[in-house]
Structures are given as C-alpha cells and as structure tokens.
C-alpha cells in the first residue's frame, strides 16, 4: 500500500513538474493546490483497502470475536495508516519542491504541523468511511463517492495554511490550522462514538 501511494505521489511530481516547464510558468501561487491534491489521491489508494485483506475470509468476524476492546482495531488501523500517509509525504514533498522550483522561506515547523494534521484529516476520514463500505458491493466506488465531499474542509484549510507559510513575506496561517485542528478533533470523536455501531452492523 506505501509503495502504491508514494509511486503515486512521485509520478504526480514528474508529471507536473514537466508538463508544467516550471523554469517558466511561475507556480507558487498553485503549488499548495497541487501539493495536497497529490496527497489527497494517493491517500485514497492506500485508505480505499484499509480493511481490504479481512473481507475474503471474513476475518473481521474473528477479530470481532476475539477478546478485548474492538475500538483497539480502529485505532491500530488508523495509527499504520497514518504513518503510511506521514512517511509517503516525507519522501514526496522535497521532491515536489526540488523539481518545482519552489524557493523555501517558511518556517518548517509550522509547514510540518500542516501536513501532520492534514494527514491526520484524510487518515481520520478514510479509515472509518473504509470500515462503512467494507462490505459493500463496489465498495472502492462507494468510498471514493464518500471521502471527496466530506474531505473539501482538509483540502481548504491545508491548501490555504500552506499558502501562507509559503508566501512572502509569510502571512499568518492560524486561521486555517484552528480550522484544521478542529476538523481533526471531530473526525476523531465521530468514529469513538460510531465504532461499536458499525461492528454490529
């Protein structure tokens, strides 16, 4: 799955990077947009099979059945999938500003913390809508149709933080990183409350 995401990740570099020509087109202004929807797709492609290896064999029964807290499942399915997500960006973000051209003026604790709380979102988000549509038919279909509407808020908020970060001199980006923040707290609280349901379900 990590290596389908950061293929994913890389590919988009490559294909923008030279389609672009970017030592003519200035791209800062579109660099954050392109930056995150990289991430936001190859997300998908890693997230859409969370939950995919337990639905042959039904194996989700078993680890419903077997002894302890089942939210512990959600939470170590969220944990990998975050740092699958979190390393992907490690690998494709200096790429994206190496063959970008993008000059680097910001401050990189603050445009680390965006893209750990974006990734946070998209994770959040894409692991409890893959445990909703495990058992679907066209289940990958019915999960993308899901994740797109409800992750627009990430898409903004990380989209225009980064902008801020990024630009010169350096606009405040607090606005955008409380609404983030925020964003990530109630996707987190949701599946807490909705686990149990949908296990029964």
């Known amino acids: 799955m990590w290596v389908a995401m950061t ?22 202004p579109v660099f954050p947009g392109i930056l995150w929807m990289a991430f936001l797709f190859a997300g998908i492609i890693g997230l859409g099979r969370t939950y995919a290896h337990e639905v042959p064999e039904d194996a989700l029964t078993g680890l419903a059945l077997a002894p302890g807290d089942r939210m512990a499942i959600f939470l170590a399915k969220l944990t990998t999938a975050l740092l699958f997500m979190l390393s992907m960006e490690i690998v494709t973000t200096p790429l994206f500003f190496a063959f970008f051209s993008e000059p680097w003026d910001g401050q990189w604790i ?12 998209i994770v959040e988000l894409g692991v409890l809508l893959s445990a909703i549509s495990a058992n679907l038919r066209s289940a990958e279909i ?13 898409l903004i908020t990380t989209v225009e933080a980064s902008t801020a970060i ?19 707290v109630i996707f987190f609280a949701l599946p807490l409350l909705l686990y149990e349901y949908l296990w029964e379900v």
């Not at 293929?7 to 800062?28: D, H, K, Q, S, Y």
């Not at 603050?110 to 979102?121: H, I, P, R, S, Y």
């Not at 990024?166 to 990530?184: C, E, F, I, T």
């Open 142 to 154: 019915i999960f993308t149709l899901l994740l797109f509407p409800l992750e627009i808020p990430v």
């Open 7 to 28: 293929a994913f990740g890389v590919m988009v570099v490559f294909l923008f990077a030279f389609a672009l020509e970017t030592n003519r087109v200035r791209l800062a």
């Open 166 to 184: 990024l630009s010169k001199p350096m606009a405040d980006p607090w606005l955008w990183l409380h609404g983030l923040m925020a964003y990530d």
């Open 110 to 121: 603050l445009f680390g913390m965006t893209l750990v709380l974006g990734a946070l979102g």
